[in-house]
């Protein structure tokens, strides 16, 4: 959540801010006037207790009908303290459920629109010229049904639409990937971490998902949990209520975990193989920073990214997602977007996003800097989806024969390989 100061000291940025969102503007409105009424109700609240202590104390030292005028004073003001204690338990309510819906203050330079009005960072890879080596590339389906690598229709027989096996070559790719995804962020200095997939609802509302992105969870009512989405919420739940050390800063863990996503409004789009699925794996980087750090550790978060890319040899472009692209969490997000083939287009492999301190405050999260302690922020970035991850891999180390080349970097954690060849053709 934002800081309640800095709505009041600016409140005109911060309908700017859901204006570019493209989120409710009178929303600020309404939590102002909540605030207020809080904030005035506990005034109130205060003034009538402090007379009622002071009452209290004349009481015992009272006579006759003094005594009584006061004993009935004494009534009619404890009943103005619980009828004030009430309003004020009201407004802070309202404040904070209106404070919980509001999204996290858009960065100044990110671009304004919806989800075309990206702007393109740069540009990084060779595009293959599938015509010049005289073939047409197959999608991956087609590539990982050749490799007996992807099963979807058994997938589909057992748990429904959007959901595979990764099977012989498939399965050993994805560990493939996950393994030296691990090895990239433990070298930077990121700590492995395993975490569990299902969640209270505090550690899910506390990072964000379930305002706009609620639709997308799942959720278990009869347990009161939720699958996540993204071990990003795990890992932000793993500190929250703790005041953590300002030389503990920065803390970096590296999770992997399974993610769930209903996929809700997107009935029709990438229905064909694994591009968009129910359930998935994923190895995301999250970090814990000092605020004034979280700039440039956005920008690291991305260059990590960028060298994964770059490392499994993949062409792609680093965009600057528009405002109404952000998720409500998000300040700004960088989007690494691969090239596929057969789509003709860049798609999202990895995201990279500031948070700042919106998520901190919201989970109670906090770093003691001597005798100052204040939220710090945190930022989130994917390193590694898998099934996304194969999809851009199969098509553009594809070969005319249905064979794919395995990019050097990966060798070493699939046996040597250096090509994955067909079992049927």
């Not at 027989?157 to 962020?185: D, P």
Request: glycine share 8%.
């Amino acid at each position: 959540m934002i800081d309640l100061r800095q709505l009041r000291e600016d409140p005109d940025r911060v309908r700017a801010s859901q204006r570019a969102r493209g989120e409710d503007v009178d929303l600020v409105d309404a939590l102002l006037s909540a605030d207020e009424r809080r904030r005035s109700s506990s005034a109130r609240f205060d003034e009538l207790r402090a007379e009622q202590k002071t009452l209290g104390k004349l009481v015992p030292k009272a006579q006759g009908e003094e005594k009584a005028a006061l004993l009935k004073k004494a009534g009619q003001l404890s009943t103005a303290v619980k009828e004030a204690d009430a309003a004020q338990n009201e407004a802070a309510e309202e404040t904070q459920r209106l404070l919980l819906r509001l999204g996290n203050l858009v960065h100044p330079d990110v671009p304004v629109g919806g989800e075309d009005d990206f702007t393109v960072r740069e540009t990084l890879g060779t595009i293959r010229d599938f015509e010049a080596e005289g073939f047409t590339p197959r999608d991956h389906l087609e590539l990982g049904q050749l490799l007996g690598a992807i099963d979807v229709e058994r997938g589909a027989k057992v748990s429904g639409s959007r959901f595979y096996y990764l099977t012989g070559i498939g399965a050993l790719l994805e560990l493939a990937l996950v393994n030296a995804a691990i090895a990239q962020a433990t070298e930077a200095g990121f700590t492995p971490m395993l975490t569990p997939a299902l969640v209270k609802p505090r550690a899910m509302e506390g990072t964000g998902f379930l305002g706009q992105a609620a639709e997308n969870v799942y959720q278990l009512e009869k347990d009161e949990l939720y699958l996540v989405g993204t071990s990003e919420v795990a890992l932000a739940g793993y500190h929250m209520d703790e005041i953590l050390s300002v030389d503990q800063l920065p803390m970096r863990y590296a999770g992997f975990s399974p993610c769930f996503r209903r996929e809700a409004g997107t009935y029709g789009k990438d229905t064909r193989g694994i591009f968009r699925v129910h359930q998935f794996d994923k190895v995301e980087m999250f970090t814990y920073v000092a605020p004034e750090d979280a700039e440039a550790e956005h920008l690291r978060l991305l260059e990590w990214e960028k060298q994964w890319l770059t490392g499994l040899e993949l062409p792609f472009q680093v965009i600057d997602v528009a405002t109404g692209d952000l998720g409500a969490s998000a300040s700004r997000k960088y989007d690494c977007e691969a090239w596929i083939p057969t789509q003709g287009k860049y798609r999202e492999l990895t995201s990279a996003s500031n948070c700042n301190e919106f998520q901190a405050r919201r989970l109670s999260i906090r770093y003691r800097d001597g005798k100052q302690v204040r939220p710090l922020a945190t930022l989130n970035g994917t390193l590694c989806a898998v099934p996304r991850t194969i999809v851009a891999l199969l098509e553009n180390h594809q070969l005319a024969d249905g064979s794919v080349r395995v990019p050097a970097m990966l060798r070493p954690y699939l046996g040597g390989r250096e090509v994955l060849e067909p079992v049927a053709k």
